[in-house]
């Protein structure tokens, strides 16, 4: 049940520099799993012990994620993923 | 260096002076690879703060579908200190995510809303390392 990803410029060294590839899972922190199994330490700059990391946001299709289930947010065959970081300081 | 038309600098400090005392921030957009800041695009700052910036999410998704249409990035990343110097925050060097970006501070401290002198200032911001950089206005 592959989903396209659309990656951002900053996480492109991860895949090789293609920004868009597929992950497949059943819900969000699967596929994430899955992405990290390809692109190994991806995971690890999306997620921490909390969940999504604060500055980080994914969308499915075009809604933001903290907004359906965050991790569990179920995700169908073809559902686009577009993960941006968000533009943010002090 | 950044390149840059002055209309693009003085576009980013009416913004700042007329969301001051909060933080002002926004793009300037360019075509892919070409380094050359050229559309302006003013954004809501989220957290309505003269403290800290954030893009709205759904704002953010929309300007990076638009640019993405449009064979752009985001050549410039600006945004206002209202009460300290133009220079990247602690929290702006951990949050900066556009390696490719020139990241544009201005400072409102001593004009505030008003007429009073502005500072700008350019940074790029890599890996939590931030350089100045020196700003070349053009015609």
């Known amino acids: ?90 | 260096m950044l390149t840059i038309r002055g209309e693009l600098i003085d576009a980013m400090a009416a913004h700042a002076r007329a969301d001051h005392p909060d933080e002002a921030c926004g793009v300037i957009a360019g075509p892919d690879g070409s380094g050359r800041p050229e559309r302006f695009i003013p954004m809501v700052n989220a957290a309505r703060s003269p403290t800290f910036y954030e893009f709205d999410s759904a704002d953010l998704l929309r300007l990076y579908r638009e640019m993405d249409d449009r064979d752009e990035e985001p050549v410039v990343i600006y945004h206002s200190h209202t009460a300290t110097e133009a220079y990247p925050s602690r929290t702006d060097i951990s949050y900066a995510s556009e390696p490719g970006a020139h990241y544009v501070l201005v400072s409102t401290r001593e004009c505030g809303s008003g007429d009073g002198p502005v500072e700008v200032r350019s940074f790029r911001i890599i890996d939590g390392v931030v350089t100045e950089e020196p700003i070349e206005i053009v015609a």
């Open chain 1, 1 to 90: 049940m592959p989903a396209e990803v659309r990656i951002p410029t900053i996480l492109r060294p991860y895949t090789g520099g293609d920004k868009i590839v597929t992950g497949e899972g059943a819900d969000l922190g699967r596929l994430i799993a899955d992405l990290d199994s390809r692109y190994p330490g991806i995971a690890e700059r999306l997620v921490d012990e909390q969940g999504l990391r604060r500055f980080v946001n994914v969308y499915l299709n075009d809604e933001d994620v903290r907004f359906l289930g965050g991790l569990d947010t179920v995700v169908a065959d073809g559902d686009s993923v577009t993960i941006l970081p968000a533009v943010a300081g002090g």
